[in-house]
C-alpha cells in the first residue's frame, strides 16, 4: 500500500476509455472499508458516466454562470477560472463519483457546537473514503482527482443529484484511465511540520 501512496498523483488528463463497472466498484468498496467515527458510515456514492454525464455537466457549467454573476461564494471568485478548468476535466474523466454526506446537515442551518462536531467527524469520515478510492484507483492502474471545485456549482447539483434527501453533497471524483504522468509535487519536510512531545 505504501507502494500506491507513493504513485498516487491528481491526473487531469484523462483518456476517453472506458472503465469497466467492476473497477469502479472496486474503487468504491475501498472507500466503504474507510474508517468512520462511531461507524456511522455517513457516505453515498453516485456514479455518473455516459449520457448522464452531459446532464451533469450541464448543471455544473450553470453553477459557473451563476457564481460568476451572483456569488455564494464572493470570497472565492479568485478561485473561480480554476473551477471552469475542473469543469473541462470532468469533461475529459469517463466517470464522475459523487460523495454525499448522507447524514450532512443543511448549509444555512446554524450549528449547535455537537453539531458542528459531528459535521467534523464525518468530514473526516469521507475524506478516508475518498483518500482509500485513490489509493485503490492508482492500484488498478487509474487516474483519479478529489475534486472540491463543485461547491462552485453547489445549488444546481445538489438538486441534480436530489441530495435534499440524501445529506449534503461533500466531494467529486474523477476516474479514467490518466493521460498523463505528472511528476509528484512537493511535501513539506516532515520536520518543519511535525511537533515532537515526549513529556
Not at 454525464?53 to 473561480?80: C, I, V
Not at 449547535?112 to 473514503?129: K, L, P, T, V, W
Not at 475518498?130 to 462552485?152: E, P, R, V
Amino acid at each position: 500500500m505504501s507502494d500506491m501512496i507513493e504513485k498516487r498523483r491528481s491526473i487531469r488528463k484523462y483518456r476517453p476509455a472506458t472503465v469497466p463497472k467492476h473497477m469502479i466498484q472496486q474503487v468504491i468498496q475501498a472507500g466503504i472499508l474507510a474508517p468512520s467515527s462511531k461507524n456511522r458510515q455517513p457516505w453515498k456514492f453516485t456514479v455518473v458516466y455516459g449520457a448522464a454525464k452531459t446532464d451533469m455537466l450541464a448543471q455544473m457549467s450553470l453553477g459557473l454562470s451563476r457564481e460568476a454573476a451572483d456569488p455564494m461564494l464572493p470570497n472565492s471568485r479568485k478561485h473561480l477560472d480554476g473551477a471552469i478548468h475542473t469543469l473541462h476535466i470532468m469533461e475529459q474523466a469517463p466517470v464522475i463519483i459523487f460523495i454525499t454526506n448522507s447524514l450532512g446537515l443543511d448549509l444555512s442551518k446554524p450549528l449547535s457546537a455537537e453539531d458542528r462536531i459531528y459535521e467534523i467527524c464525518n468530514a473526516q469520515s469521507i475524506g478516508a473514503a475518498i483518500q482509500n478510492m485513490t489509493l485503490a484507483a492508482t492500484g488498478l492502474g487509474l487516474g483519479s482527482l478529489w475534486i472540491c471545485d463543485i461547491f462552485f456549482a453547489y445549488e444546481e447539483l445538489s438538486n441534480w443529484l436530489c441530495t435534499d434527501k440524501n445529506g449534503q453533497l461533500y466531494a467529486a471524483l474523477a476516474l479514467g484511465y490518466a493521460d498523463e504522468a505528472p511528476d509528484a509535487r512537493s511535501r513539506n519536510p516532515m520536520d518543519e511540520i511535525t511537533e515532537w512531545r515526549e513529556t
